[in-house]
């Protein structure tokens, strides 16, 4: 039974009465309860002693563990795009696994143009290929919501390119996930939260715990989270396949079932050195769904389901890493750090509530045909695996009175990617796979091949394979003046299939006074292939006009795109420069401003479906000979630029028994597709990548991203209001250029002590229940119940959700 929404007002309303009415118990606490550590340097960005974030050379924002504990989010992407205007988390549904991993972007580039790090140390990438058309087409980045919520000490989000100081991927910027380290405590958390159409209930448990080792320091600290999310749907009636109309779509969050163990360690081996290990292990379930197969359609078995069906996929996501490393303090205060760090990413997917039609359709030796077909197949699991070695040495170098720091390393790492074929039924044309015996649907039309929904990946397309490279670096910061820093890297690597490059950064830092400093950067950059993006494949078969068509995911090196002419990848290569003014004209008051600008040259893409000439020409010469219907590769095909202003604003006000602090966060970026260019001699660089593909680029996240916060409190209680502004963006691909209109969404939660450890929150996400405006421009798509945006959605359509929450330490 649907639960009113009238009831989860109710809910939320006696919770705050309950806090209310608990007051009194708690005058015996003191006045002020003690807030969370707070976090006031960070490291990133530069390999000399920490700084605060105001103080650095590039634009450094800094998430402090009260700032993750007063928002409502508790998955790490959604929780990144409400606090930080530069990050990116769009939702997508009916876009296969993208809709279990969705894409996190920095300043409006790609999932994959942005580097992770944990404890200062290389994240690795997802398996998942993003191949519909969502944020990210034809990139594989790092699956954020893999890193518990619960497992978080504070979070560095350096906005300049960085590719010369930490490799690969760094070109819109790096993230950097700083685990808890507290030793003699427990801190345990739960919630519950639910929309205010009474669906989608979310249920969080966490527990976070710390023991000391050795005598000098040491450490280990265990997380473990439980979360389930129950699905939301916002599909309206479908009016075009079914009569009378009735929802038949899923569009909205899935069912999940999340569980991690992570951990944080350090043992002393003399007041000069330790080891140290950090890592954590994820599984999560999540069910979606694909397109509604009507009655009547001949992908629909009237036998199985005479009113249609609804295809479901389910993914299995499982993460895992560990690092492991030596640090040591040398002789005249340098420090040395040898590691070596491992991590994999495996997302398996199962077709439920399906059927392969050719199965079904398929005759015996007699003539009748077989009736009937597996309902459910697994159709293939994608794997990734990283293994990263890294020697550092650091410290400073003496001139005389003065002194340049110099930080030095070398780094191994080795990729491997996997693709495993699913069931046979999950992609054969009946029990034979043979195209050249005719099966036929009753209506005479030929039977899809395949299980229904996403059908499975081929031994064809099954892979093993990987790479290796090397990396050297040298970083250097001097201070020639007390008021004047200066900074430079270099950065070598060699790659064992496609060659080596080099790439710097120049930054200084200068402050005429206290209250007033400059800063700015050049650097260029680049982005190896994946080896996802070399080695990824896929074959569906689809009906064209009644003809069986495979459409083949093509990778580098085949036939197909040989054929074309298509270059092998190569990297990505980029140049990016910073400059900004940081102001400080009270001790309770400060103002940051960066302009930058970032150009990306030969950019790694997933292009636009390559189709024959409809009477004939040398795209259908190509593909007919090779027994292809349709082709599309990843290919280096656009050069883009991306240009932005970066406003942080914050005043705190400290009265009697109250504080007050106030923010402001303004990000504005444009990004331009420059030139399109194709190494083929058929293909224009226009056929490769279509105007559709460019306005997702162009438009597909928002341009404006703004966060304005207020945060108070007084004696045990804090009250937080938080808005984000969210551009418009726009779509087009499968129905004419639409658009969805900016959007204000405000947060609002109130959090009481109840003890010094012991906090109660209510909070309510998304107050005045704003979705995306409706779809006016679809053509048909409205018509099948989709009544807003679909893959370019950066607030979703679950609209206001509220929580309660309880935190407690011992």
């Known amino acids: 039974m649907t639960r009113a929404p009238h009831f989860k007002r109710t809910l939320v309303a006696s919770a705050i009465l309950l806090l209310a009415a608990g007051q009194g118990s708690a005058q015996t606490a003191a006045a002020d309860a003690a807030p969370a550590q707070e976090q006031t340097v960070v490291v990133l960005g530069s390999r000399s002693v920490a700084k605060t974030a105001l103080d650095t050379s590039a634009p450094v924002g800094l998430i402090s563990l009260k700032d993750m504990q007063t928002a409502g989010p508790l998955e790490l992407g959604k929780l990144l795009q409400t606090l930080d205007p530069s990050f990116n988390f769009s939702s997508t549904f009916i876009s296969d696994g993208t809709d279990s991993i969705r894409p996190a972007t920095l300043r409006s580039l790609g999932p994959d143009q942005v580097l992770v790090l944990v404890n200062g140390k290389r994240r690795h990438q997802q ?19 893999a890193i518990p919520l619960g497992a978080i000490h504070h979070i560095e989000v350096l906005r ?36 205010s159409e009474g669906d989608g209930d979310l249920y969080s448990g966490t527990a976070n715990t710390g023991f000391a080792l050795g005598q000098d320091g040491g450490f280990i600290n265990l997380t473990a989270e439980a979360r389930k999310r129950g699905e939301t749907n916002r599909a309206g009636p479908d009016s075009l396949r079914v009569n009378p109309p009735r929802v038949t779509q899923h569009i909205g969050d899935s069912n999940t079932k999340d569980g991690y163990l992570w951990w944080n360690a350090a043992l002393p081996i003399d007041k000069a050195s330790e080891f140290y290990a950090f890592g954590g292990i994820s599984k999560r379930k999540s069910d979606s769904f694909g397109f509604f197969r009507s009655a009547g359609d001949d992908r629909t078995i009237p036998a199985i389901a005479p009113n249609g069906y609804l295809p479901a996929i389910r993914t299995d996501i499982k993460d895992a890493s560990f690092a492991f490393g030596y640090r040591r303090d040398l002789a005249n205060d340098w420090k040395a750090d040898v590691s070596i760090n491992y991590g994999a990413s495996e997302l398996g997917f199962h077709e439920s509530d399906s059927v392969n039609v050719s199965y079904w359709y398929e005759k015996k030796a007699d003539g009748s045909i077989y009736g009937e077909s597996p309902r459910d197949a697994n159709t293939g699991t994608l794997k990734f695996n990283q293994l990263t070695f890294n020697a550092d040495v650091k410290g400073p170098v003496k001139f005389g009175d003065s002194s340049i720091f110099l930080a030095t390393g070398f780094e191994y790492r080795a990729d491997n990617y996997q693709i495993v074929a699913g069931d046979p039924v999950s992609y054969q044309y009946g029990r034979t796979n043979n195209p050249a015996i005719a099966i036929t649907t009753p209506s005479g039309a030929t039977a899809a091949s395949g299980i229904q ?42 790659y064992s299939d496609f060659g080596s490059t080099v790439t710097g950064k120049l930054s200084a830092r200068f402050d005429p006074t206290k209250e007033i400093g400059f800063r700015g950067s050049l650097s260029t950059g680049f982005r190896a292939p994946s080896v996802q993006q070399e080695f990824y494949s896929s074959v569906s078969t689809n009906l064209n006009n009644g003809v069986l068509t495979e459409t083949l995911t093509a990778r580098q090196g085949s036939a197909v795109t040989q054929a074309f002419g298509i270059a092998p990848l190569k990297e990505e290569t980029s140049t990016s420069g910073s400059v900004g003014m940081v102001l400080r004209p009270a001790k309770n008051m400060s103002l940051t401003a960066d302009l930058y600008e970032i150009k990306i040259k030969d950019r790694i893409v997933f292009s636009s479906e390559i189709a024959p000439e409809a009477g004939g020409g040398p795209i259908a010469n190509i593909l007919k000979p090779l027994g292809v219907g349709q082709a599309q590769f990843f290919t280096n095909a656009v050069d883009t630029r991306t ?67 207020a945060d108070y409190s007084a004696g045990q209680w804090n009250l937080n209001t938080r808005a984000n502004y969210y551009g418009e963006v726009e779509a087009e691909n499968f129905s004419p250029l639409q658009k969805w209109d900016a959007k204000w969404l405000v947060d609002a939660s109130v ?60």
């Open 127 to 145: 398996a998942l290929v993003n191949v519909q058309q969502t944020i990210g087409r034809g990139s594989a980045g790092t699956d954020i919501n």
């Open 160 to 195: 300049d390119g960085a590719a010369a100081q930490y490799g690969s991927d760094a070109i819109a910027g790096v993230i950097n996930i700083v685990l808890k380290s507290q030793v003699n405590e427990t801190q345990v958390s739960g919630s519950y939260g639910t929309t």
């Open 453 to 494: 929904g996403f059908p499975g990946y081929t031994p064809a397309t099954a892979v093993d394979s990987g790479r290796h490279n090397i990396a050297l670096f040298l970083d250097a910061e001097h201070k020639p003046l007390d008021n004047l820093t200066l900074a430079g890297a270099v950065r070598y690597e060699k």
């Open 643 to 709: 240009r932005g202003l970066d406003i942080v604003a914050e005043h705190t006000s400290k009265f009697a028994a109250s504080t007050l602090v106030l923010s402001g966060q303004l990000g504005f970026n444009k990004t331009e597709v420059t030139k399109r260019h194709s190494t083929s001699s058929v293909l224009t660089g226009e056929q490769l990548f279509d105007k559709s593909q460019v306005t997702l680029i162009e438009h597909g996240q928002p341009r404006k991203h703004h966060v304005v916060a």
């Open 751 to 810: 959090r009481y002590a109840y003890t010094k450890r012991t906090f109660f929150s209510v909070g309510v996400n998304n107050m005045f229940n704003q979705l995306p405006s409706e779809w006016t421009n679809g053509g048909a798509f409205p018509k099948l119940g989709f009544t807003r945006c679909w893959e370019t959605c950066p607030i979703g359509v679950n609209g206001r959700s509220m929580y309660i929450r309880a935190d407690t330490a011992f």
